[in-house]
């Protein structure tokens, strides 16, 4: 996600950035680059021409060319401007209403509404420790009813049984009641898919909405929606009043357009995005970090959150202390490769942190992936515990064998050991340079602050070992 | 079912289109030769029509050498965008043939989940069935939530045999089933659900190898087609949809579905100009009979806001 667009702009800035001086022509070059980047990005078409007309006019101002960093200022202006476009604050739902509340979910066909309201309700149960009950309204398309029954089943979110040959509407008024009946504090209702020049279906969807009166109504829009996506979010916000957008399939690689566009275009916040096919891939919307991942500033913040949710406490205290004697071992290595799995796989990894092209682009051309972790780990599964603990100990012999067991390549195996000897030495100057405190504020510099500083790519970035690029390809 | 003849159809959703563009070129003066100024706001609005900038700014080139001695009128404008839009997309408009020995045609149908494939290949079923070709189908859609239930449900309307499994079985060996009896009831025409998949996910996009794979087993010539549907509503990204899907699965061509909204499908220009990939059809609505062939033409008229000719 945003990848291609984060490398056009970098781009620009990086010549930019560059230069001691600025003028007003440079700035002028670079704006229409950052256009076409934006455009090519699937930013909508009149989105783009309000965001480049006020960062030009902000850049060419005269206090920004003559100030001693010309090219930081500019960079900065576009990242306001872009925090600015994608919302400013984190936005959450809005629940706090008589229960039940309900959260009505619109949106075109293929939108990934089902799935989606599965997701809501299966966070909103295990985070918010909410009682929730969702419903299908969609009596339109075959076995739509059913599939947020399945759905629910595997989410462990209770949904409205199904009567056949009920209108919307008359659902709606079922669910609200049970939901009374039976305490639920949330009410989900998953509305069908519909085009929005479909003036049918639209009544249908205001009929819901007034009878039901949700507290949330949120606009399910594909992250890979073209320049339609403004028409989409038009028509939809003026037939009912939505009070939010969730933007599906940000774990495609579409460029993020739709992101862009949304707020602008409907005035409401983002508050969710779908970040793969599991029921648990949803996760709040943060602008600013988003801003960041868009400027090639990588996004440590999310990174960080991601690595304490998922790392076990005991097994990170365990690491910590190995690698403060400056021993780090097969065990632990492959401890860490069951970590950066939990935490989404290496391109979730990847796309958070700056600075490591090199490896998001062995990641797109297929070079890298998550298959190498799992191969890493049958090598290392194949070796004896003693080998294990004392890498010293894989001679040639043994080399064949674990070759063997594996069912990869003693040059395979040769790879592995290199990293493994690369990430102890990068162990080991981590050790002199202080330590796990040391390498925290070094984390901690890069992502406080309103605007990160546009640090060189460092070397030593965690999680990611060294030779990693090297591995990959075959 | 509907008598509307299907370029007004799309003309229904494309008019939203056309109107923004007629609004557009409208405004633009009536010059000899097309300054910068105007070339600009043809440009734009391509882009807004999904066109995508690379292939706008080529129009926009060709456009740019074009001389009008004697003056120009918007609508001469139209025109002359509408002749450069069917230019590419002519040589790319070919029509599905069922000419496959041994029988059945197999056809795989592959593309992004949300993108309209079961309802597309409900749709397909329907025409070759128009055209009197026997049908069969495998729902190979063993990933999503009741997705068999849906392609079931679709199979009883056209009373056309279908091949399923359990909701998480094999996707391959059910191809590989289907394709068996297929071929013992000697039928036409296989057309083989998939499972929604992004393109970026290795794993998903390997199943889809493997399906290859296995429909080559039996039959050397399988799959005969492998068509990639493609909503119209997706921007630029539909091209890296298309690169990634043709390097795996080997796309023989593409459908275009969601033309009756306001999508305007100009990235099928991007597309046809990049890939030249066959377009076999377009979907322009949600019933059996809204499968149409794609006019190159028509599409681009409607595109540019001209009346169907």
Not at chain 1, 284 to 304: E, Q, T, Y
Not at chain 2, 75 to 96: D, F, G, N
Request: charged fraction near 25%; include cysteine; glycine fraction near 10%.
């Amino acid at each position: 996600m945003f990848g291609s667009l984060s490398e056009r702009l970098s781009g620009v800035f990086d010549r930019l950035r560059g230069r001691g001086a600025l003028t007003e022509d440079d700035v002028r070059q670079a704006m229409r680059e950052v256009r076409i980047a934006l455009l090519e990005a699937d930013v909508a078409l009149p989105v783009v021409r309000d965001f480049v007309n006020k960062i030009t006019e902000k850049a060419i101002g005269q206090n920004v060319l003559k100030s001693v960093t010309p090219g930081q200022q500019v960079v900065k202006i576009v990242y306001d401007a872009l925090v600015e476009m994608l919302g400013a604050e984190t936005s959450d739902l809005n629940l706090a209403v008589n229960p039940p509340a309900v959260i009505l979910m619109v949106g075109l066909q293929g939108s990934g509404k089902t799935t989606t309201s599965a997701k809501l309700g299966k966070q909103l149960k295990e985070k918010d420790h909410k009682k929730v009950l969702m419903a299908s309204l969609d009596v339109h398309r075959p076995a739509a009813q059913e599939q947020l029954a399945t759905l629910g089943t595997q989410a462990d979110v209770p949904t409205l049984p199904i009567i056949a040959g009920q209108q919307p509407v008359e659902i709606a008024q079922r669910a609200l009641t049970s939901a009374r009946l039976q305490g639920y504090d949330v009410v989900i209702l998953d509305t069908a898919g519909r085009l929005h020049i479909d003036q049918l279906l639209m009544d249908e969807m205001k009929a819901v909405a007034d009878s039901s009166n949700p507290a949330e109504t949120l606009l399910v829009v594909d992250a890979l929606a073209g320049q339609d996506a403004v028409n989409i979010a038009k028509s939809f916000s003026e037939q009912v009043d939505l009070t939010g957008v969730i933007l599906t399939r940000m774990d495609g690689d579409a460029r993020g357009g739709a992101a862009l566009s949304m707020r602008a275009v409907t005035g409401k916040p983002i508050k969710f995005v779908g970040t793969s096919e599991k029921l648990d891939g949803i996760s709040p919307f943060h602008p600013d970090r988003v801003a960041n991942r868009i400027l090639g500033m990588g996004d440590i913040i999310s990174l960080v959150e991601k690595a304490s949710e998922t790392i076990e406490k005991e097994d990170a205290e365990a690491l910590a202390a190995k690698m403060a004697k400056g021993r780090f071992d097969f065990n632990d290595l492959k401890k860490q490769f069951g970590q950066m799995r939990r935490m989404g796989g290496m391109g979730a990894l990847a796309s958070m942190l700056p600075g490591v092209k090199q490896i998001k682009n062995a990641m797109a051309n297929g070079q890298v992936d998550d298959r190498i972790l799992i191969k890493m780990e049958a090598m290392i599964d194949s070796m004896t515990p003693k080998e294990r603990i004392r890498p010293e100990l894989i001679n040639a012999k043994r080399k064949i064998r674990i070759a063997k067991g594996s069912g990869t390549t003693v040059q395979e195996i040769n790879r592995l050991l290199k990293m493994h000897q690369e990430m102890s030495s990068a162990m080991k100057r981590l050790k002199k340079m202080g330590g796990i405190k040391g390498l925290m504020k070094m984390l901690g510099g890069g992502a406080d602050g309103g605007v990160p500083p546009m640090m060189p790519p460092s070397g030593g970035i965690p999680g990611l070992p060294p030779g990693f690029g090297g591995f990959g390809r075959k | 079912m509907s008598d509307t003849p299907w370029y007004k159809k799309i003309g229904f959703g494309l008019k939203r289109t056309s109107e923004r563009l007629t609004e557009n070129l409208s405004s633009i003066a009536l010059k000899a030769a097309l300054d910068d100024e105007t070339l600009d706001e043809i440009e734009e609005t391509l882009i807004a029509c999904d066109l995508g900038p690379g292939t706008a700014g080529r129009i926009r080139e060709r456009l740019a050498t074009e001389r009008f001695p004697q003056g120009v009128t918007e609508l001469e404008v139209r025109e002359v965008v509408a002749q450069e839009i069917t230019k590419i997309l002519e040589p790319v408009a070919k029509p599905i043939e069922i000419d496959a020995f041994p029988r059945p045609q197999v056809v795989l149908v592959i593309g992004v989940n949300g993108s309209g494939k079961t309802t597309t290949i409900a749709k397909l079923a329907h025409w070759f069935q128009e055209l009197d070709y026997e049908v069969m189908l495998v729902a190979g859609d063993t990933f999503r939530a009741a997705a068999i239930g849906q392609l079931k449900v679709w199979a009883d309307r056209l009373e056309i045999p279908i091949i399923s499994g359990a909701e998480g079985a094999d996707a391959a060996s059910l191809v590989f089933q289907g394709v068996k009896e297929g071929t013992a009831q000697g039928t036409d025409t296989l057309i083989v659900d998939t499972a929604g998949r992004l393109q970026n996910k290795s794993g998903l996009m390997d199943e889809l190898a493997k399906i290859r794979k296995v429909l080559g087993r039996l039959n050397p010539a399988a799959p005969h087609n492998v068509i990639l549907v493609l909503d119209a509503t997706n921007g630029q990204n539909a091209l890296s949809q298309i690169e990634v899907f043709k390097e795996i699965a080997g796309v023989s061509g593409i459908i275009m579905t969601k033309l009756d909204g306001t999508a305007r499908g100009g990235i099928m220009v991007a597309a046809a100009e990049k890939y030249g990939l066959p377009i076999h059809a377009i979907g322009v609505g949600e019933s059996m009979d809204d499968l149409r062939p794609f006019d190159p033409e028509a599409v681009a008229r409607a595109i540019v806001g001209l009346p169907h000719k």
